[in-house]
């Protein structure tokens, strides 16, 4: 046993504890980063020398410095946190959108009520023109909830798709940077020492995408069959986000059949592969496209209903009367046109829209008839001449409709080239009839109290028009019942949205204290561990200390 | 053992006491606003129920509001007719005086004119207003002036019927002023007697009474005739709708002796009388009652007769079937006008009790929208507290543990 050997254990062993000093202040400094893993420096023995009495130790080395790190609770870490993200998302869509209906005195009901009733103070007074405009005003602020309500249901439609551009655009930031990140990992996945804090920063990157969109994880692995160090990722039903060190774009782009809709689409080298709402697993992204989907869409529907089939109740019982100068009534309340849009794929004419045409009419008197929902409208599969209507909320299909066909409460017309089996029109007689309700009259004169054989002061229509308010005029339901059922319909939906919200969320907070309790920092520990290899240096500079005293000893000898 | 990273373990620690801290904000909000449903997601249900409460309470309030506007008008209808009573009742005295054969013409033409005046009483008590500025016997459009008098008698220029202010509830808005003033029944609400004379007779045909109502045939269409074939002799007939003459009650035996003052003979189940001298070809005639009389029109037929300037002047017999005849009539407008007071006492009574309903609806749904969204207030405060001490705990032993590190026992 040389002194020699003696000072490179020392000074081995004080490497070995510098190392662990550095690696546990990296630690300590890295605590509060986010996505930051606990490292470790991995201590080897180095092995000893035969001698004639024996292997001699040859001291501490330090192998590698590790990462704590767990496969698997990272990916259920990735999905927890992109549930809790799209579900926390719809909630936060669905609570705004709830923030538009009020209650009670403030809302959409109350104003109805005030409404017939005004009628029922017009027809004891029906030639106070003071009465007749309180019924004028009242209509005017039903007409105003109803275009509240609807524009903060199309205002939230902008918001979706406004946030889907945004967050398309965050998402490919974080794919170019995960493939710049695979480009410096390629070729390190067998290596002995891993770049620990490239592959915490990559970790993390995917971690921040999985809140936006759920992807899926592929390690890339080489000729060699071997992980080679880069990844690939997926989304819905496969397609690739990041391809090794490629990345393609996500895009919110139009939908092709409702272009007020967004859906998105990943941009292959040009060619546009559309995502499914349904194929995206999670992540806030996800949690948009349910609630435009589905959320908007029903609410559009429903608050539509409402508001067509009120004024058409409305509106035929007044051009039953006869308005204070005789005439007969003309309509009172007036709501948005129905649209119809053609489907992006269907065939076209040569200045580029749909070769086939289609409009629609609701039917005046057929309020009752008309239906929450949006409607698809196709050639009959089954006879090239007529048509088929999908009811879009329950899917009641009805076949063989000849052109100009009624189909509950509304009618369709087909012109234009003859409808190709591929063409697809989106019929919305209702859903975009809210925002744009509005009062038609605007002189009190005009609201025929009268009945029609009575003269201008008689009060018969303006009794008719009072008990509307008990008509069952809205898909069998009175105004009051309708409106009442909605707010519970929306009320149900925000409920069970927060509590999966909830729930996922504290699945997600549980996965993320699993993994984190593997690979996070815990400061008492680190704490330890300073002290632990402050000891472990202080012991290996005595090592050398003694080195150094036995060679002093050796020299004074000689000496 | 599970090690606890300390960075994520602050995250949340700090975002628990931040969610007791919402909770504690949304106890506190509910204190103040009083409400537990804010928004329908609090208690969908809740919220649906309090909806239909409210809509409830509006229709109930409107009610109340028409309730008001028809007791109103009701009660003007009801004193007003108790207004016209009086009238013609001062009428009907003026009518009986002036059937005292002593008067002379100046005395009939003071009387004349005094019928004048109450007509034209009566014909404003018709059109009066409710206060609002609605004619109350209006009827279906009440926004002019029901009744005028022009160069023909008084008129009706509204709309039949009475307009009702709600289509659940009896809560009329306006008589029917053509039923209560112009459609009174004729003649003695069951016959109607008429006479067609000669200048010079003083023949004069009473109103006539019921003797016995099941022994009645004469029916809608039919009329006697009773022919004076001379001044002391008659004929009774029955002519029927399609102008056909039968003998009463057969051709034996349907001629008498005439004697003034004396009941008609063979009329079945009627006891009329003639009185005063005939000439021969006088016509009386008996016919159903009808509902057609004016009150207005009535008084008129008094009036002219009484008032008389033409230059020949109605005789005895004229004036003494002028005054039965009006007495007659005034009797059944003022049976009629008792009909309609008592229908609108009887309507004015109705709307207490239909009042309280109303009222009693609107109490139960405020107390049902009340139960549905109105906070516990004892409920809300104990929720409050219990909050407020959790939140207090948790920001305790946070900050406390936040204290301990090993890194205070490290000195160097």
């Known amino acids: 046993m040389s002194t020699n050997s003696l000072m490179t254990v020392g000074v081995q062993a004080m490497f070995a504890a510098q190392t662990q000093l550095s690696t546990t202040s990296h630690n300590i400094v890295n605590a509060a980063v986010e996505g930051y893993s606990r490292q470790t420096a991995k201590l080897t023995t180095v092995a000893g020398r035969s001698t004639g009495v024996g292997y001699i130790g040859g001291g501490v080395g330090v192998e590698t410095i590790e990462r704590a790190a767990n496969r698997f609770l990272t990916v259920r870490n990735n999905q927890t946190q992109a549930q809790a993200a799209a579900d926390n998302t719809r909630m936060g869509m669905l609570t705004q959108l709830e923030d538009g209906y009020a209650l009670g005195e403030q809302g959409l009901g109350q104003a109805a009520s005030k409404l017939f009733a005004s009628f029922g103070d017009i027809a004891a007074a029906p030639k106070d023109a003071s009465v007749r405009q309180v019924a004028l005003s009242a209509a005017e602020s039903l007409a105003s909830r109803f275009r509240s309500t609807g524009e903060t249901i199309d205002a939230l439609q902008t918001s979706v798709s406004q946030q889907l551009v945004d967050e398309a655009s965050v998402v490919n930031g974080l794919t170019g940077q995960i493939a710049k990140i695979n480009g410096q990992l390629t070729g390190t996945g067998n290596a002995t020492d891993q770049p620990n804090d490239l592959l915490d920063q990559r970790d993390q990157l995917i971690a921040q995408l999985s809140e936006h969109i759920e992807v899926n994880r592929v390690d890339n692995r080489g000729q060699d069959g071997k992980s080679d160090g880069s990844v690939s990722l997926f989304v819905g039903g496969g397609q690739p986000l990041v391809m090794g060190t490629t990345s393609h774009d996500l895009k919110a782009v139009p939908d092709a059949s409702a272009p007020e809709r967004s859906r998105l689409v990943v941009d292959l080298n040009g060619s546009e592969r559309e995502l499914t709402s349904r194929s995206i697993g999670g992540g806030s992204m996800s949690g948009l496209l349910q609630f435009q989907n589905e959320d908007l869409v029903e609410a559009r529907a429903q608050l539509g209903l409402l508001a067509t089939s009120l004024a058409d109740s409305v509106n035929t019982q007044h051009a039953q009367g006869t308005d204070l100068d005789g005439a007969v009534g003309q309509s009172l309340l007036s709501v948005g046109d129905p649209k119809v849009w053609a489907s992006a794929f269907n065939a076209r004419d040569s200045s580029g829209e749909s070769a086939a045409k289609v409009s629609i009419n609701r039917v005046a008197g057929q309020g009752s008839q008309l239906q929450a929902s949006d409607y698809t409208l196709q050639r009959d599969p089954a006879d090239s001449t007529r048509y088929q209507v999908t009811r879009q909320s329950d899917g009641t299909v009805f076949r063989g409709l000849a052109d100009g066909a009624q189909v509950d409460g509304f009618t369709f017309d087909v012109s234009g080239a003859p409808m190709s089996a591929q063409d697809r029109f989106l019929l919305e007689p209702v859903s975009a009839a809210a925002s744009s309700t509005t009062v038609a009259i605007t002189d009190p004169r005009q609201l025929a109290a009268a009945g029609a054989t009575a003269s201008g002061s008689g009060n018969a229509n303006a009794l008719l028009m009072q008990n509307l308010a008990k008509a069952t005029s809205i898909d069998g339901k009175t105004f009051s019942d309708a409106h009442a059922h909605l707010i519970s319909d929306l009320g149900v939906r925000v409920q069970r949205a927060t509590s999966d919200a909830e729930s996922s969320t504290s699945l997600a907070t549980l996965n993320k204290t699993q993994l984190v309790s593997e690979t996070g920092v815990n400061l008492e520990e680190e704490a330890a561990h300073l002290l632990q290899y402050q000891q472990s240096y202080q012991a290996a500079a005595k090592v050398l200390g003694t080195a150094q005293k036995l060679f002093d000893t050796m020299l004074s000898i000689m000496g | ?412």
């Open chain 2, 1 to 412: 053992m599970s090690r606890i990273a300390s960075a994520l373990n602050q995250q949340l620690g700090l975002s628990s006491l931040m969610r007791r801290q919402e909770e504690l904000a949304k106890a506190q909000d509910r204190i103040v606003t009083g409400k537990r449903i804010d928004r329908a997601s609090d208690d969908p249900a809740g919220a649906a129920r309090a909806e239909r409460a409210l809509a409830d309470q509006t229709r109930n309030e409107g009610l109340l509001r028409t309730l008001g506007a028809s007791r109103n008008a009701m009660s003007v209808a009801e004193s007003s007719i108790g207004h016209a009573v009086d009238l013609v009742q001062t009428a009907r005295e003026t009518l009986v005086e002036a059937g005292n054969g002593a008067l002379n013409a100046s005395d009939r033409a003071l009387l004349a004119d005094r019928l004048k005046q109450l007509k034209g009483q009566l014909l404003s008590v018709a059109n009066a207003e409710d206060g609002s500025g609605h004619f109350v016997f209006g009827g279906q459009g009440n926004d002019h002036v029901p009744f005028v008098n022009s160069g023909i008698g008084v008129e009706y220029q509204g709309t039949p019927g009475s307009a009702a202010g709600s289509l659940s509830e009896d809560l009329p808005m306006a008589v029917d002023g053509e039923a209560l003033w112009l459609k009174a029944r004729t003649g003695n609400g069951v016959f109607e007697t008429d006479r067609q004379v000669d200048p010079d007779s003083t023949a004069w045909i009473s109103a006539g009474q019921v003797g016995d109502p099941a022994a009645l045939t004469l029916t809608d269409g039919q009329r006697y005739e009773v022919t004076f074939d001379t001044p002391t002799r008659y004929s009774v007939n029955l002519i029927d709708s399609d102008g056909s003459s039968t003998p009463v009650p057969d051709a034996s035996s349907n001629s008498h002796d005439y004697a003034s003052g004396t009941p008609i003979a063979g009329l079945p189940g009627m006891s009329v009388n003639i009185t005063g001298t005939a000439v021969a070809g006088d016509m009386f005639t008996i016919e159903p009652s009808s509902p057609g009389l004016s009150v207005f029109d009535a008084l008129d037929r008094v009036i002219d007769v009484l008032g008389s300037s033409a230059t020949v002047p109605p005789n005895a017999g004229d004036r003494a079937q002028a005054v039965n005849r009006g007495l007659r009539d005034i009797d059944q407008v003022l049976a009629n006008l008792q009909v309609g007071r008592s229908h609108a006492g009887e309507t004015l009574n109705q709307m207490d009790g239909l009042d309280e309903r109303a009222q009693t609806r609107v109490l139960l749904d405020k107390g049902l929208r009340s139960d549905a969204v109105d906070l516990d207030m004892a409920q809300g405060v104990s929720d409050f507290s219990t909050k407020q001490t959790a939140y207090q705990a948790a920001l305790q032993s946070y900050s406390m543990v936040r204290k301990i590190s090993l890194f205070d026992y490290i000195s160097n």
